[in-house]
């Protein structure tokens, strides 16, 4: 038991790893791939609508040599889902388009309170006051660390409480997919993975002039450019297969608080790589997010623990009730084969 407690944490350590590294890198090319001081391929549409087309590709591929088998999920399902994960990464990019940086930054903190309050309207999840307490305590130091100016519109803010709630429901969509047909992270991606990329490369340019005014075919594609257009693409393949794995191991709420780790390593890259400017405000609210995360973790422990230790109270409790129930039993039959021959 303790050997298979060991295992599972190396691989939920493993996920989270690999979701932290990939999202990462994910960043830091496409920041060298779309700004003017890089390769200016400002498409991130169609760019997402290539990141999921090398998904769905890598998907095929493993259903075809078996690594992976395909289980049924309704068609509708799948459309539904791949709806909700559009328009999320529509309203991100609209969201920041319209809004300055600080208001972007305050509507994807909301997301964890909104996941929470989903989770509860949707499946009934309640939180502790320790949970509560350090989801509060990220919160603000992700808040110190990133956000400045603020400023917003009111198409802006439309655009923003349409991207926080989809991807909000994504997140918890996909936790409770993976639980309702039993599929794995991998086999439920490279399902979606072609619905999303289809509908992604055909409505992308059309979103990404709508941004930028710059039309694709306009863009002279260079050899640098190219290769970190397949970079972004690779790591997009690690991101997705890893956010699934997250979500599937732990719950859209977890995925939320610890995913803002990846906000203080872009952040601390940022200033090491691009010479970012890393002020004692940003390393305060990064002190204060971190600090938060540990207490979170404790907090989803305790919780654990306090439940199994229910469950332990609870198992021996029926079992000595169902021994009763038996012995009773087997009396109330004797009872009966005696009054039988009495009566005869």
Same mark, same amino acid.
């Not at 110190?144 to 198409?155: F, G, I, L």
């Given at each position: 038991?303790?050997?298979?407690?060991?295992?599972?944490?190396v691989s939920d350590m493993g996920a989270w790893a690999m979701n932290v590294?990939?999202?990462?890198?994910?960043?830091?090319?496409?920041?060298?791939?779309?700004?003017?001081?890089?390769? +200016?391929? $400002?498409?991130?549409?169609?760019?997402?609508?290539?990141h999921f087309s090398m998904t769905a590709l890598i998907g095929l591929v493993s259903n075809a040599t078996g690594y992976s088998t395909k289980k049924h999920v309704p068609l509708w399902e799948l459309l539904w889902f791949s709806i909700v994960a559009n328009t999320s990464i529509t309203?991100?990019?609209?969201?920041?388009?319209?809004?300055?940086?600080?208001?972007?930054q305050i509507s994807k903190l909301s997301m964890i309170p909104v996941v929470c309050i989903m989770e509860w309207i949707l499946h009934g999840k309640q939180y502790s006051s320790k949970v509560k307490m350090a989801v509060v305590v990220v919160v603000v130091g992700v808040g110190v660390c990133t956000v400045t100016d603020v400023k917003?519109? +009111?198409?802006?803010?439309?655009?923003?409480? $349409?991207? $926080?709630?989809s991807t909000s429901l994504q997140q918890i969509t996909i936790g409770s997919l993976q639980k309702k047909?039993?599929?794995?992270?991998?086999?439920?991606?490279?399902?979606? +993975?072609?619905?999303? +990329?289809?509908?992604?490369? %055909? %409505?992308g340019p059309f979103i990404d002039y709508y941004l930028t005014g710059n039309l694709l075919p306009s863009y002279k594609l260079a050899s640098a450019a190219l290769f970190f257009i397949l970079l972004s693409c690779s790591l997009a393949v690690f991101c997705n297969i890893s956010q699934y794995l997250c979500i599937g191991?732990?719950?859209a709420t977890s995925f939320q608080v610890l995913g803002h780790m990846k906000t203080v390593c872009v952040l601390m890259l940022g200033w090491i790589l691009f010479d970012s400017e890393l002020t004692l405000k940003n390393i305060l609210g990064m002190a204060i997010a971190v600090l938060g995360m540990v207490v979170y973790s404790w907090a989803v422990e305790e919780?654990?623990?306090?439940?199994?230790?229910q469950e332990s109270k609870v198992v021996p409790y029926l079992k000595d009730n169902s021994e009763e129930d038996v012995k009773l039993l087997k009396q109330q039959a004797v009872e009966d084969?005696?009054?039988?021959?009495s009566q005869g």
């Amino acid at each position: 038991m303790e050997e298979k407690k060991t295992s599972s944490a190396v691989s939920d350590m493993g996920a989270w790893a690999m979701n932290v590294v990939s999202s990462v890198g994910l960043i830091m090319a496409n920041k060298q791939l779309m700004s003017p001081n890089g390769y +200016a391929f $400002v498409f991130a549409t169609t760019l997402t609508g290539f990141h999921f087309s090398m998904t769905a590709l890598i998907g095929l591929v493993s259903n075809a040599t078996g690594y992976s088998t395909k289980k049924h999920v309704p068609l509708w399902e799948l459309l539904w889902f791949s709806i909700v994960a559009n328009t999320s990464i529509t309203g991100m990019n609209l969201s920041l388009m319209l809004n300055s940086v600080g208001f972007y930054q305050i509507s994807k903190l909301s997301m964890i309170p909104v996941v929470c309050i989903m989770e509860w309207i949707l499946h009934g999840k309640q939180y502790s006051s320790k949970v509560k307490m350090a989801v509060v305590v990220v919160v603000v130091g992700v808040g110190v660390c990133t956000v400045t100016d603020v400023k917003v519109n +009111a198409q802006g803010f439309i655009c923003a409480c $349409v991207a $926080v709630l989809s991807t909000s429901l994504q997140q918890i969509t996909i936790g409770s997919l993976q639980k309702k047909y039993s599929i794995g992270s991998f086999e439920l991606l490279s399902q979606t +993975a072609p619905i999303q +990329a289809l509908s992604l490369l %055909l %409505l992308g340019p059309f979103i990404d002039y709508y941004l930028t005014g710059n039309l694709l075919p306009s863009y002279k594609l260079a050899s640098a450019a190219l290769f970190f257009i397949l970079l972004s693409c690779s790591l997009a393949v690690f991101c997705n297969i890893s956010q699934y794995l997250c979500i599937g191991r732990f719950s859209a709420t977890s995925f939320q608080v610890l995913g803002h780790m990846k906000t203080v390593c872009v952040l601390m890259l940022g200033w090491i790589l691009f010479d970012s400017e890393l002020t004692l405000k940003n390393i305060l609210g990064m002190a204060i997010a971190v600090l938060g995360m540990v207490v979170y973790s404790w907090a989803v422990e305790e919780d654990k623990k306090k439940l199994q230790t229910q469950e332990s109270k609870v198992v021996p409790y029926l079992k000595d009730n169902s021994e009763e129930d038996v012995k009773l039993l087997k009396q109330q039959a004797v009872e009966d084969v005696e009054l039988g021959k009495s009566q005869g």
